[in-house]
């Protein structure tokens, strides 16, 4: 009985350390939906194009760890920046489709282009950080998963300060809520879409480092960008909590499940399981756990 | 102040909407635009606060001029800077922000937060209401605080002048009177210039000085506002009397007369 429990303790650590990975992940998406209502379905590629950037510089001589760190970040802003102005800028005030159309060709061609300039093996990106687990009752969790962990909660808690207490953060929200409205307000709106891309790809590089130093780095990376959705969907488009619970849940379940219900199935269930939770919150909770649902009074 | 010289404003390069407007808003006072639905007066608002090409409109034919500097053409948010702000037609607060972040977002071409935190200060000093509610969200304060805090965020841009777009709307009126009643005290005490637009004539005549009616796209009427008030087919029309001061229902009103002695 005490061991059994020991095990989902354990289950239950290892799944919420993920899930706060996929958090990380998430908030990309939530950032960039928040703030200009453009859905990126290329948020799996942006990591990976960070883990090959940071694969890249960490592996090249005589590049100390953390300026090969800082400028992964650098250049994933440089990158979500630039994105936003040549490809989604044009496509404001379209229909939401071609915003969504635009991000997953981006997606396609972005998944297209390491296997022609990085060449198609897994490459790795080595961080100074040791390998001996740290133990947590019985839980033991690897160094990367902490360290990601807590580097995700200091992001979470940037943005959330953001957000809720300087200015720039309320006109951010502001622009949310309505462009024209914050457009009289004197807000340049296209240069808060700017920001928001911008903080998108910061959020996408720490990504990328985390996951590629975790899974190595080839085009499957892009593969844990597919767990953004149940986790946005279940925590709520907009919303930076939400992206921390949906995480948080997404992981923890997806843990447990798959070590109770794969012997029996013979295995697939952290694939599967994610996207029942998100089905289920569709029909139950369209807005999800904390999105933002339209006021309605008059 | 403000003066429109006979614009043309097209929606998406075929809808000729405003078909020759001009009209002068002078310093310090309140000047009315009224008009039925569709008239054109919230497309006449929008071209002065540069928000048309968000709607892919444009000014075609005219110009506009703010302290003598031509404004037609420029950017919304410039133009904020420039000191004109726009409350709009049906109040739009940031319903998940709260009342206070409202206003915060509302200063944000006043760099120097001290100065935010003054403004904050100040509007609430017009609309004590509003510091009751301080931290609720907005999108839960009834109509008539929306409409408060509609006009104390336009506040907060320190404008020259103000665009007011059908504030009476929806609201009893003993609401609107106390609401007019502060934009009268604002202009008086901070030199604001205020354009307002209105259906509610009585209202709308009460606090201005000068008056324009605005038709299908065109001025059909202007005069000052005690003029106005006496003008029997604004009377007839807007302020719902006949001749004898009883009051007679919109429909009674034929259409075909209003239009040709307005035009003639
Ligand atoms: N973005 C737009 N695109 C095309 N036509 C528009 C647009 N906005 C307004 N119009 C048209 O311009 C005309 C004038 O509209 P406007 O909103 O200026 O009227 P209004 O006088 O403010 O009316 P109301 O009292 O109902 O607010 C209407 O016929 C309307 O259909
Ligand atoms: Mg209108």
């Not at chain 1, 569709?282 to 309605?296: A, N, Q």
């Not at chain 2, 407007?21 to 071209?47: D, F, R, W, Y």
């Not at chain 2, 919304?76 to 972040?101: K, M, N, P, W, Y």
């Not at chain 2, 935010?116 to 301080?134: E, H, M, N």
Request: proline content about 3%.
């Amino acid at each position: 009985m005490g061991e059994d429990l020991d095990f989902f303790f354990s289950l239950v650590v290892s799944g919420a350390s993920i899930g706060m990975l996929y958090s990380l992940i998430a908030l990309g998406f939530v950032l960039v939906y928040k703030a200009t209502e453009a859905l990126n379905f290329a948020q799996g590629e942006f990591v990976m194009l960070a883990g090959f950037v940071a694969a890249a510089l960490l592996t090249a001589k005589g590049m100390p760890v953390v300026l090969a760190l800082i400028a992964t970040i650098a250049i994933m802003i440089g990158f979500s920046f630039g994105l936003e102005r040549v490809v989604l800028r044009p496509l404001l005030g379209r229909p939401i489709v071609a915003v969504i159309m635009a991000t997953i060709g981006l997606a396609a061609i972005l998944r297209g282009l390491p296997p022609i300039t990085f060449g198609g093996d897994t490459r790795t990106v080595p961080l100074p950080i040791g390998d001996n687990a740290f133990s947590l009752g019985p839980a033991t969790i690897a160094p990367i998963q902490l360290y990601g962990v807590i580097v995700t909660l200091l992001f979470l808690a940037g943005f959330t300060w953001f957000f809720m207490k300087s200015r720039k953060g309320v006109a951010m929200r502001a622009v949310a809520e309505n462009q024209q409205v914050a457009m009289a307000m004197g807000i340049n709106v296209e240069r808060y879409f700017a920001i928001a891309w911008a903080m998108a790809g910061i959020a996408s590089a720490v990504s990328g480092i985390i996951w590629g130093n975790m899974l190595g780095v080839d085009v499957q990376l892009a593969l844990v960008g597919l767990k953004v959705f149940p986790v946005v969907i279940l925590g709520g488009l907009d919303s930076i909590p939400g992206a921390v619970v949906g995480g948080l849940i997404i992981g923890i379940v997806e843990s447990v499940a798959s070590a109770y219900i794969d012997p029996y199935v013979g295995g697939g269930t952290k694939d599967f399981v994610p996207y029942l939770l998100m089905i289920a919150a569709l029909m139950f909770k369209p807005y999800g756990l904390f999105g933002k649902r339209k006021i309605e009074r008059v | 102040m403000l003066a429109i010289n006979n614009i043309e404003v097209v929606y998406d390069n075929v809808i000729l909407v405003l078909k020759g407007v001009s009209l002068h808003v002078e310093q310090g006072s309140i000047t009315t635009l009224l008009g039925a639905n569709g008239a054109g007066k919230t497309t006449t608002l929008k071209a002065i606060s540069g928000l048309l090409r968000t709607e892919r409109g444009q000014v075609t034919k005219g110009s506009i001029e703010f302290n003598g500097q031509r404004i037609d053409g420029m950017r919304a948010f410039d133009l904020t800077a420039l000191g004109v702000a726009q409350v709009f037609e049906g109040r739009r607060v940031f319903e998940h922000l709260t009342c206070e972040e409202n206003l915060i977002a509302g200063a944000h071409v006043q760099r120097d937060y001290g100065k935010v935190r003054d403004g904050i200060d100040r509007v609430f000093q017009y609309f004590p209401r509003l510091k009751d509610r301080r931290y609720q969200q907005s999108g839960y304060l009834s109509g008539g605080e929306q409409q408060m805090l509609a006009i104390g965020r336009a506040l907060m841009s320190s404008p020259k002048m103000m665009l007011l777009d059908e504030p009476s709307l929806g609201l009893a009126p003993m609401l609107v009177e106390e609401i007019f009643g502060i934009v009268s005290r604002l202009v008086a005490a901070e030199k604001l210039s205020v354009l307002l637009v209105e259906q509610n004539a009585t209202m709308a005549l009460g606090v201005a000085k000068h008056g324009y009616v605005i038709e299908n796209g065109r001025v059909v009427l202007e005069g000052s506002a005690e003029a106005l008030k006496k003008n029997s087919d604004i009377r007839e029309f807007y302020l719902g009397l006949n001749e004898v001061g009883s009051r007679k229902s919109y429909r009674e009103v034929k259409h075909y007369k209003r239009r040709k002695r307005w035009l003639s």
